[in-house]
């Protein structure tokens, strides 16, 4: 049976750019100017309520059943067709109002990361994965609630780490009673290795089931891996990887300062890049997407 949200609990940030806002309280660049210092505190005052209340939801509602569930429902792929570029332009019709801070649409985020990729000289299937990265974001225009589509990732099966960001909100997930999933190792055991371990759902496992035969793997890992702070970052979870996990999670760090640090005020000339992007799709993925 579905449990029924309501529209609080399906949209408790005023915009789903909040999340990442607040990663980056916690994670500042290190050459961060002053003045985006001083507005990021600022921020922190007005929204952090919203973004606490969002992590309760994510944090009580994505157990390992629910996972199951959405992946289910999800997986199918049976609610649209169309090219990669559409799918892109109808992420772009995901418009959040009142967040005055926020200038930059969805389609700028994704081009200002890949540009920024473009520019350091990386491979082309690289400066793909960041224009793409965040298209799995479409499931919010299905109606999924922000919690089931965006904020940080981690996995489930087996005990949370206090190194997630708001831990003490585990307390509300049933697989916290659970015995088959509540102890360090859950269903799962030492080294197993991350494609052997389900992650909370949401906009980065969306997309990599989307992607998975198409793209390399160190792309694969950036898609799948990209809001799992408490791995990339904190390195909580290193008793479920493997040697393979630790050699393509390099990549997935190397992805990270794109995808968090290229907002930038001036936005991207859509369509002269347009035609660069087109084709870098056409070489790798198919002439259409289901989602
Ligand atoms: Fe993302
Ligand atoms: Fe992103």
Known sequence: MKASFSEKEINPLQSIEQWEDDVLVRYPAANQPAKAKEEYRNYEDTKRESVKEFYRLNHTYQSYDFVTEKKNEFLKFNR????????????????????????????????????????????????????????????????EPQWAVVGDTFPVGCKFSDKVVYPEFFSHNPDIDNEKFNTKYGIYSHGCGLRNVTMSWGHDEYLYQITKDYLPEPALYMIRYHSFYAQHRENAYEHLMDDHDREMFEWVKKFNPYDLYSKNPVPPNVKELKPYYEALIAKYLPSTVKL
Do not use: Y
């Open 80 to 143: 649209k067709e169309m090219p990669v570029w559409n799918a892109m332009e109808f992420l772009n019709t995901l418009v959040d109002d009142s967040d005055p801070d926020i200038e930059l649409d969805q389609l700028q985020h994704l081009l200002q990361t890949a540009e920024a990729i473009r520019r350091d000289g990386h491979p082309d299937w690289f400066v793909l994965t960041g224009f793409i990265h965040d298209m799995g974001k479409v499931l919010c225009l299905f109606g």
